[in-house]
Nanobody, 124 residues
Framework: VQLQASGGGLVQAGGSLRLSCGVS????????IGWFRQAPGNKREGVSC???????YYADSVKGRFTISRDNAKNTVYLQMNSLKPEDTAVYYC???????????????????WGQGTLVTVSS
């Protein structure tokens, strides 16, 4: 099982970025994927989760600004981030517990498999 996050970079406040999470070693179609982030000095926190049934979940801090989506044929999950704020600056990770659905505690960073992370920096 491997996950690889990409798409991070430097963007001005109010700008947009799209992160990608490519997965291998399992069929994305049947599993939930979570996005997390960790800012310097902070704990890793849940950002969003995509269930295999199409349901999506978001942290309150990103609701209305971020959109998670998936392309099962490409084994890739995306995180479209709009209206970025300096407080969104963090290393972003994708992860899976190899569960079909996001659990009620999807935001808990106790997943089994993690990508290497991609840095998002939002300047003010």
């Amino acid at each position: 099982v491997q996950l690889q996050a990409s798409g991070g970079g430097l963007v001005q406040a109010g700008g947009s970025l799209r992160l990608s999470c490519g997965v291998s070693g399992f069929n994305l179609r049947y599993f939930a994927i979570g996005w997390f982030r960790q800012a310097p000095g902070n704990k890793r926190e849940g950002v969003s989760c995509s269930s295999s049934d199409g349901n999506t979940y978001y942290a309150d801090s990103v609701k209305g600004r971020f959109t998670i989506s998936r392309d099962n044929a490409k084994n890739t999950v995306y995180l479209q981030m709009n209206s970025l704020k300096p407080e969104d600056t963090a290393v972003y990770y994708c992860a899976t517990e190899q569960r079909i659905l996001c659990t009620s505690r999807w935001y808990n960073p106790s997943y089994d498999y993690w990508g290497q992370g991609t840095l998002v920096t939002v300047s003010s």
